[in-house]
């Protein structure tokens, strides 16, 4: 096996401002338990919580342990000494992130920590509040000088600040540049570690091994192959607990910006000259940028969304987006989107991407597929029956974990007859060792000061440049005659050709009252 010998980060203090939540219970406390117990922390990891609510030390570690109990990976009870021992540098701090007195307090636990002399601090940020208090409160860190500027050089005898950001990074291109231009002023782009947990997981950084180990597939990773790319984020789950954050957001700022335009940016880059942050991040950002702007036409053809109606969620009954607890009644949010793109440059001229998400479709499914062109002269076009399906590459992350080709294939027997064969890697059954969550490839990577799977100012703000117009165009619009598609099905697109080219899905029907589209 060919393997990188994974960086021990150096000892710090990581303090987690909104630890009351749920991220900082269902993903970070699991994330570091598991870590932990796979030795990948160093012994003098401190954690400081941070939140405004009432907890002492002992009744915040014992809501972590609930946080572990419930979303760990690896059993909670299975490695006691790693919780017991992460645990004992756990404390808890209580403030409000409104005005500097509000973080006095972390600076008195950072100082007993760290000692008030300037010397080798090491510290990590981690901002799992709602996105609103997050450039004031670190305005108030760095008056209090708890986070400073820090060029990478200077790192080495002083230590390193550090800031995790949660999405969303923006609502749209401006308040993404302000937002960007907020963070500038205090803190170096080295600093900053914007996580897009889709990076985190396995098959997601398993598409450039794909790619760039394999000289198979950089041959035909153009136009001259390739007939289309499908990305897909599909979830079979409502808005559950998050309608009040999603219903202000909807599909294309919850998960078109973020995690398929990274996806596609992956996909279908230039290989890096390296797989450092910066040649990487460099090519996904000049993939970003060739995104064909969406002209008049595309923005009403080539651009769909859609709410769910109610339907079938499983065996279950589900209700309307609209009938969800913490939905407007008339909300017009979209918890589907489904863009076709174009790439202007050399290597994907013509070529469309497909990209879509939505909530309450058929199933969970979160994929990329290259389907590839017909060979050049067809020999067995003579053959009776419907030619069997072009050659595809499929590319999946969720829920389960693998690599499928398709190819065409000879049916066993006298006669010539054609089939198409799946080749299927499932991870699972592949290999033995479980994955880790993303939480904890990205948590270990911030620690350690690896930036290459979070994204980049530039990158935030070419996502949003190329899905602004879209916002734009459908506040100009009449309302949309949602809802258009019924919950367990494949959204307003089932059974309507969106991917041919020539049609234009502009005036999607409503449901009727039964669930049906009309
Ligand atoms: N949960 C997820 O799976 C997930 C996934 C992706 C991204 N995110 C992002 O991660 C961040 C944290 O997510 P979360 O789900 O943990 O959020 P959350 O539970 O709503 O908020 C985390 C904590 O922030 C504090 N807070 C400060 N100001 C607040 C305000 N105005 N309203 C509500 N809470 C406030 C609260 O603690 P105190 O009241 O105790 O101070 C709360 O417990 C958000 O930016 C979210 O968009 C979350």
Redesign the pocket.
């Known amino acids: 096996m060919f393997e990188t010998s994974y960086r021990l980060p150096q000892s710090c203090v990581m303090v987690v401002f909104?630890a009351?939540?749920?991220?900082?219970a269902?993903?970070i406390a699991p994330a570091l338990y598991n870590l932990k117990a796979e030795n990948r922390l160093p012994a003098d990891l401190h954690i400081v919580g941070f939140?405004?609510?009432d907890f002492s030390t002992d009744s915040f570690r014992e809501h972590l342990r609930e946080g572990l109990k419930r979303h760990s990976r690896v059993p909670a009870e299975e490695y006691p000494d790693a919780w017991a021992r992460l645990q004992e540098k756990t404390i808890y701090c209580r403030g409000s992130?409104d005005d500097l007195s509000g973080v006095a307090g972390l600076r008195a636990e950072l100082t007993a920590l760290q000692g008030a002399e300037p010397g080798r601090q090491n510290r990590l940020f981690y901002f799992?509040?709602?996105?609103d208090?997050v450039p004031g409160l670190i305005d108030h860190l760095r008056e209090a000088e708890l986070l400073q500027r820090r060029l990478p050089d200077e790192e080495k005898q002083k230590g390193f600040h550090r800031v995790v950001l949660?999405?969303?990074f923006g609502h749209d291109i401006a308040s993404a540049c302000a937002l960007n231009a907020t963070l500038r002023k205090g803190l170096e782009e080295s600093q900053i570690y914007r996580m897009d947990h889709y990076l985190g997981k396995e098959t997601v950084q398993n598409i450039m091994v794909l790619r760039f180990a394999n000289p198979i597939f950089e041959p035909v990773w153009n136009n001259r192959y390739v007939k289309n790319v499908h990305i897909t984020v599909a979830e079979s789950d409502g808005v559950g607990s998050r309608a009040k954050?999603f219903d202000s957001a909807g599909a294309l700022r919850d998960v078109m910006q973020n995690h398929v335009l990274q996806l596609l940016a992956l996909f279908a880059m230039e290989p890096p000259a390296g797989m450092d942050a910066a040649a990487v991040r460099a090519e996904k950002s000049k993939l970003l940028g060739a995104l064909s702007p969406l002209s008049p036409e595309q923005l009403r053809c080539a651009v769909i969304r859609g709410q769910y109606g109610a339907g079938q969620a499983g065996d279950e009954k589900a209700v309307a987006y609209r009938d969800e607890r913490g939905v407007a009644s008339d909300s017009i949010t979209e918890t589907f989107v489904a863009i076709r793109a174009y790439i202007n440059n050399w290597r994907w001229s013509g070529v469309p991407f497909y990209l879509t998400t939505g909530k309450r479709l058929a199933r969970t499914l979160t994929e990329a597929a290259v389907e590839f062109k017909d060979v050049p002269h067809d020999l067995f076009a003579a053959l009776e029956g419907k030619r069997p399906d072009a050659n595809m590459l499929k590319v999946q992350v969720q829920p389960e974990e693998g690599i499928a080709l398709r190819i065409t294939t000879k049916v066993p027997g006298l006669q010539m007859k054609l089939s198409t064969a799946d080749m299927e890697l499932p991870y699972s059954s592949r290999f033995a060792s479980q994955s880790p969550e993303a939480y904890e490839r990205l948590l270990l990577d911030a620690l350690a000061g690896d930036p290459s799977l979070f994204a980049s100012r530039d990158e935030i703000e070419l996502a949003w440049r190329y899905l602004t117009p879209i916002l734009k165009f459908w506040s100009e619009q009449a309302p949309p005659a949602f809802p258009n598609y019924a919950a367990g099905s494949w959204g307003p697109i089932e059974g309507k050709d969106f991917f041919r080219e020539d049609v234009c899905y502009a005036d999607l029907e409503p449901l009727q009252s039964g669930g049906e589209p009309a």
């Open positions: 909104g009351s939540g749920d991220l900082a269902r993903k939140a405004r609510s992130y799992a509040v709602p996105p208090v949660e999405k969303p954050y």
